[in-house]
């Protein structure tokens, strides 16, 4: 049976690059343990030898030539970037 | 005739005529939506823009036969996580508030090639996480049948425009019910297209092996109209399989050759769909549904399908484990919300996410994170996916003896405000109905069965094998038939707008 506690709330965090409010830690804490626990009745299913499924229909991906076919949109893209210099992204120092 | 009481090929056809333009059609329901949307609430963005240059290319696209298939001059809404070249996309959150994509998807693509009309964006539960719309960072929107309920989720916006006749058809987009449950709440037809018939190049993926398109209408024959329109192989989707889509071409079947398809046809009922968790009315109305069908020449068995009972928990799991990865590309560099004030790098990402995203959002990143951390994969995400394939073994054992499953959609209807988003786990139970399709790939379609005592529509769901589409239309219309013509939000007086 898992526990959520402070440390795998903490690695979840890390993770998931999120930061939970102080006040919100034990309501999440304890939201996150019923939901995990809710989710271990899988357990009563012997799945011994069972090949996992990653898609419902998997069905064979279809390649297509690496070809760039789109059409030029720079200046739209572009227009989405929170804070913008010379054409590139902005962020803060990171050495 | 009242431009909604038509199907959208008839109202196509009278565009195509010329016994009405493209703007007096888009005048009439731009119109409805003065008058409803300030209390209905089912858009995000009304596209104005981009509006009267789009009409004049449709008419005279109509006139000189470029467009001049099923649903040209047809308006349609969007729900606002499909890409929309120019038209802001926010997929309901404060992260993409201001992203404007650079590129339709290829539904939209498909849709303007066909000539249809993009009337908005419409509202939906913050990245498709969510069952009431209520998750939506931006507003509440109402279910036109009581404005006290909500319409459902997370295609909410969608079904309601639909429903409250803003709209002829409606694009939604359906990972764990999202189309089908909105589509019973509001009382109108929806479907999740078998996993890999629609292409999702421009949808912003929440879980990728279960997100799909699908068309949400009046009427089954409108719905399937939308679907031939959007379906089919795409380059830019991988995962969209090489198969062809049946299109009928313009023959709607006669109310006859409607109920004849249903002669011999095999229903098989799930008893563990109908049990403690289903409210009474709403067992009572696919009862009914499945006494219809039995008396006008279909087989209805009832069957056990056991490890239904297994699909939330193995839902949950696979889809928060991949919303995870999915949304991690929500940093605050290239587009979306940033965080004022960070100094360093990580913490940019970490406050640009924690006040871009809502509560459920980061409910389900955080449990997705957990599930697939060192230690815990093979527990959760691995056990969830060896579970999904016995699920989807299960199913195909039911499909070498039947043609459809028959199941409520929901097991309740539309609750009211307030009420599902306090217990997350009782939430997500809500789902029990719908999201073992998503995790088997399969197709399944949504048709208004009955009214509750509140006046609330109740959804028959319709499950078919993969791409068997065709045996699924051939089944809800001929059961659309047999029960007679579905009131509408505003025939039944109830909407209060």
């Avoid at chain 2, 789009?54 to 047809?74: C, N």
């Avoid at chain 2, 650079?102 to 498709?128: C, H, P, S, W």
């Avoid at chain 2, 399989?241 to 009928?248: A, G, L, N, P, W």
Wanted: charged fraction near 25%; glycine fraction near 8%.
């Amino acid at each position: 049976m898992i526990k959520i506690d402070e440390a795998v709330l903490e690695k979840a965090e890390l993770l998931a690059k999120l930061k939970v409010d102080a006040s919100e830690r034990e309501r999440t804490m304890n939201e996150m343990e019923k939901l995990l626990l809710y989710t271990e009745k899988l357990n009563e299913i012997d799945t011994e030898g069972v090949v996992p499924l990653s898609h419902g229909e998997p069905g064979e991906a279809t390649l297509r030539e690496d070809e760039v076919t789109n059409p030029d949109g720079k200046v739209q893209t572009l227009a989405n970037v929170p804070e913008l210099r010379n054409d590139c992204p902005v962020v803060p120092k990171t050495v | 005739m009242e431009l909604l009481q038509m199907s959208v090929r008839a109202m196509s056809e009278k565009i195509k005529s010329k016994a009405l333009s493209v703007k007096e059609t888009v005048d009439a329901l731009q119109m409805k939506l003065a008058e409803k949307e300030p209390m209905l609430g089912a858009f995000l963005t009304i596209n104005d823009m981009q509006l009267e240059q789009r009409m004049d290319e449709v008419q005279k696209g109509i006139r000189s036969g470029r467009y001049a298939g099923p649903l040209a001059g047809v308006p349609i809404a969007i729900k606002d996580n499909i890409c929309t070249k120019g038209l802001r996309t926010t997929c309901g959150s404060r992260m993409l508030e201001r992203f404007v994509p650079a590129y339709d998807a290829t539904v939209v693509q498909r849709l303007q090639d066909a000539g249809m009309i993009i009337l908005g964006k419409t509202n939906m539960d913050e990245f498709a996480m969510g069952s009431t719309t209520e998750t939506s960072a931006f507003r509440l929107t109402k279910n036109p049948w009581n404005m006290s309920h909500v319409p459902g989720g997370s295609s909410g916006g969608s079904c309601a425009a639909v429903a409250a006749g803003e709209v002829p058809l409606a694009l939604g987009s359906d990972t764990g019910g999202s189309v089908r449950q909105p589509a019973a709440f509001c009382g109108v037809v929806g479907l999740k297209p078998t996993y890999g018939r629609v292409s999702r190049y421009g949808l912003v993926a929440y879980a990728s092996s279960m997100d799909q398109i699908g068309p949400i209408g009046r009427t089954v024959a409108d719905c399937r109209a939308l679907y031939e329109c959007v379906a089919g192989y795409d380059e830019k989707d991988a995962t969209t399989v090489k198969r062809e889509v049946t299109k009928s071409l313009g023959h709607e079947p006669n109310v006859e050759e409607r109920i004849e398809k249903l002669k011999g046809m095999r229903f098989a009922v799930p008893k563990e769909y109908l049990g403690e968790g289903t409210r009474e009315e709403v067992r009572e109305a696919v009862k009914g549904a499945m006494k219809l069908l039995d008396r006008n020449g279909a087989v209805v068995e009832e069957i056990s399908l056991p490890l239904a009972e297994y699909a939330v928990a193995a839902y949950y799991i696979i889809a928060c484990a991949e919303a995870s990865s999915n949304l991690s590309r929500f940093d605050g560099v290239k587009y979306g919300y940033r965080a004022e004030g960070a100094e360093t790098l990580h913490e940019m990402y970490v406050k640009s996410r924690s006040e871009g995203f809502g509560e459920e959002v980061k409910r389900r990143i955080l449990l997705g994170s957990f599930a697939l951390s060192e230690g815990y994969y093979d527990a959760y995400y691995l056990k969830a996916l060896k579970v999904r394939r016995l699920i989807r073994e299960a199913f195909d054992k039911v499909f070498e003896n039947y043609d459809c499953i028959l199941t409520p959609t929901a097991p309740t209807t539309a609750p009211k405000f307030g009420t599902a988003l306090k217990d997350p786990l009782l939430m997500y139970l809500q789902d029990a109905d719908t999201v073992a399709v998503n995790l088997a790939g399969l197709p399944a379609i949504s048709v208004p069965c009955g009214i509750d005592a509140e006046g609330l529509p109740i959804g028959l769901q319709l499950i078919g094998n993969a791409f068997c589409e065709e045996t699924l239309f051939a089944a809800a219309e001929g059961y659309e038939e047999l029960r007679g013509k579905f009131p509408t939000a505003w025939e039944q007086g109830r909407e209060r707008l």
